[in-house]
């Protein structure tokens, strides 16, 4: 059986969905006059389906309870689904996590082994540094007298029943396999693809998605500013014509490789674009902060893999570097990242660097000058160096994991798992 606490957008769809899957699901809200309108049958807010869904499965699969006791005793998995609303100074307020925490421990009787989902959005790190220490004040061996799990949700306002029932996937965050395990098992017949990842991955895939979504929004309407500053232009036209490109729907160069990290974009186009611009814009007026602050985290990510570089290798060992060109199937080494990191770790004091790029080297060479080395091939490389890096993502580094895997690699391309 189920527990879930908070009976808002998230917990009423929760607790529908998994009745509406065949589980005897309890329902618990502090708000009474929230527990007394779905006892009657309906739903406080609007939300497409969720009236019928109420109404097939309220007494019978779903029941809403006052006491937690009962609720408690008989689930082995609890959902805590309560809100996470922001205080004045923009941190997640956790009161309702603790306070919906409190309400149930004293339940939870230490041979069986229960498990607490924190399905409410918390920022990275707070089941991990905030919520175990807490059960563990309380007195519990956390994997071993009560499980914890974080289990982020992805559903829209307006679309929670279909979101909810047709996930495209289901995260679970777990330090311990029991109780990843047992979460696991539960979501079974909604046929997702469930992934298993540690306690602050799954808080952070929550953010990534939000965040995601609403710097797409501050792009677009920062670009619709650009645009009113230079003057005629068509903006629906343009944002039309830009939905367009291939690379939203498509393979095998869809838009999602570029939604990934790496270090730094470079080439002869986006660089010099964006800079271009963000310099049209100010001659008319308009400070674009996005597209600064873009330019500025594609300077900033080089500096990051220099410093990266040297907290993981001495002055005096050899680093190999993979990759010249800006992307892998080209030999275009404008504005390369690999140019900013090699200057970068020749100014910090390494002299012993050693590259490598499948089309580049010559290119590379030639261009810049730089007091180096290059190796002809891949074995040729990594039979000289202690370190290597990955800076552009080839297949040939792809496929020879294991032989680059011998040396102490920092893959900044994350190619590798
Ligand atoms: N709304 C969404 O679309 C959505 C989607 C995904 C994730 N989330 C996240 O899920 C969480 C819940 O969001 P929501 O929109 O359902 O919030 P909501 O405000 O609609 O519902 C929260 C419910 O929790 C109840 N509650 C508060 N403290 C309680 C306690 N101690 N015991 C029992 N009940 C308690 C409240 O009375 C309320 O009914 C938030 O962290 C939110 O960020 C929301
Ligand atoms: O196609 C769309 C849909 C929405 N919006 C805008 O995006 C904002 C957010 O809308 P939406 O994403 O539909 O709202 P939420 O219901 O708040 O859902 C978001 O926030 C939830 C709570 O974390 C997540 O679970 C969802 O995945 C995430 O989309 C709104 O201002 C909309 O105007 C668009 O621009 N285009």
Not at 191 to 201: G, K
Not at 278 to 291: A, G, I, R
Not at 328 to 337: K, L
Not at 404 to 409: E, G
Request: proline share 5%; glycine share 8%.
């Amino acid at each position: 059986m189920i527990t879930v606490i908070g009976l808002g957008f998230v917990g009423l769809t929760t607790a529908l969905g998994f009745s509406d899957k065949g589980y005897r699901v309890y329902g618990y809200d502090i708000n009474e006059k929230k527990k007394d309108q779905l006892r009657k049958g309906e739903i406080p807010f609007y939300e497409p389906y969720l009236n019928g869904k109420l109404k097939q499965h309220l007494n019978k699969g779903f029941t809403i309870v006052d006491d937690l006791q009962e609720a408690v005793i008989n689930s082995q998995v609890i959902f805590l689904c309560v809100g996470t609303p922001s205080k004045a100074d923009g941190s997640a307020d956790l009161g309702y996590i603790f306070d919906a925490i409190n309400s149930l421990t004293g339940y939870i009787t230490k041979p069986e082994f229960k498990v607490l989902v924190v399905k409410s959005t918390i920022p990275p790190s707070t089941t991990r540094e905030r919520i175990k220490p807490y059960l563990e004040q309380l007195g519990f061996k956390v994997g071993i007298d009560i499980g914890l799990t974080n289990n982020p949700e992805f559903l829209r306002e307006g679309y929670a029943w279909e979101d909810f029932m047709n996930p495209d996937r289901i995260v679970i965050g777990q330090e311990d396999e029991k109780s990843g395990q047992i979460v696991e098992t539960i979501y079974h017949p909604f046929n997702a693809p469930i992934y298993r990842v540690t306690l602050n991955t799954a808080e952070y895939i929550k953010y990534l998605s939000n965040t995601l979504l609403a710097t797409l929004i501050s792009f677009a309407n920062e670009q619709s500013l650009i645009a009113k500053s230079i003057g005629e232009i068509d903006i629906k036209n343009a944002f039309k014509v830009l939905h367009l490109d291939r690379r939203w729907f498509g393979s095998p160069a869809n838009m999602t490789s570029y939604a990934f990290p790496g270090c730094g974009f470079g080439g002869y186009c986006l660089p010099k674009d964006t800079m271009a611009l963000v310099s049209q814009s100010l001659k008319n007026s308009y400070t674009p902060e996005l597209l600064r602050s873009v330019l500025k985290v594609n300077e900033t990510i080089k500096e990051f893999v220099i410093c990266d570089v040297v907290s993981k290798a001495e002055e005096n060992e050899y680093i190999g570097i993979l990759g010249l060109a800006f992307k892998p199937n080209s030999n275009d080494i404008r504005d390369t990242p690999a140019k900013a990191i090699i200057q970068g770790l020749l100014q910090k004091g390494y002299k012993n660097i050693i590259a490598y790029d499948p089309m580049a080297n010559e290119e590379f060479k030639e261009a810049y000058g730089l007091p180096i080395e290059y190796a002809p091939n891949l074995p040729s490389l990594l039979s000289r160096v202690d370190h290597v890096v990955i800076v552009t993502a080839w297949d040939e580094f792809i496929k020879n994991e294991e032989l680059i895997k011998k040396k102490n690699v920092i893959d900044y391309r994350y190619i590798y798992q």
